[in-house]
């Protein structure tokens, strides 16, 4: 499932939903789930969550964000749109609209679907308009 982002960064773009999360209250695991259950209406738990990437974005050589990647393979409830993030859609391996999501997810995301973890650096320039680099290694 990916959804579109209606508002903020990366709006006009199918992406998989994301957040921060608050350090020292929870952990990164927790605010995973938080968020997931904020913007998509459902309930999932650590059960139902499978990190497959940490990536460290970068803007020229000053790091952003660091990124963990969770796969989500069940929840409860129904999922909805939030006033960020459009109703999700079911796309096939085949079908993903890789044209309309951030340059870097047409790189790491076909890694991470075959099965594989990694540990990752994207560098973009001009704003995260242009993908300069993107690396990874095998994550443990």
Known sequence: YLALKKTGF???????????WREGSETIIQGAIREFCEKSGATATSQNMRKVAVIDFFEGDTQTFECHIFFVSGW??????????????RFSKNDIPWSEMFKADREFLPILLSGKKILGEVHYKQEMRKLSSFTHSPMS
């Open 76 to 89: 409860s409830g129904k999922l909805k749109q939030s006033p960020e993030m459009a109703l999700p859609k």
């Open 10 to 20: 990366g709006a006009g773009i199918y992406n998989g939903y994301s957040g921060t």
